[in-house]
């Protein structure tokens, strides 16, 4: 009878504990979007000035 206890009690605690899923205002998730959309835009920029800046000096080229 005490083991039934003792998991009953377990199993009420870790159900207690759990994390509660939050809905997030659209607001936010706008915003957020926005931001990883900039970051995005940035960096493919940044790769392509980076090969642009490669492929037209001769220099920078590997093994020549």
Do not use: W
């Not at 005490?2 to 998730?29: C, H, K, M, R, Y």
């Not at 915003?31 to 000096?57: C, D, E, M, P």
């Amino acid at each position: 009878m005490e083991s039934a206890n003792v998991t009953g009690l377990l199993t009420t605690a870790i159900t207690s504990a759990a994390v509660q899923p939050t809905v997030e205002p659209l607001a936010s998730n706008i915003f957020r979007l926005i931001v990883y959309v900039i970051i995005f835009l940035v960096t493919i920029t940044g790769n392509v000035s980076v090969l642009a800046v490669v492929y037209k000096i001769r220099e920078l080229h590997s093994g020549k």
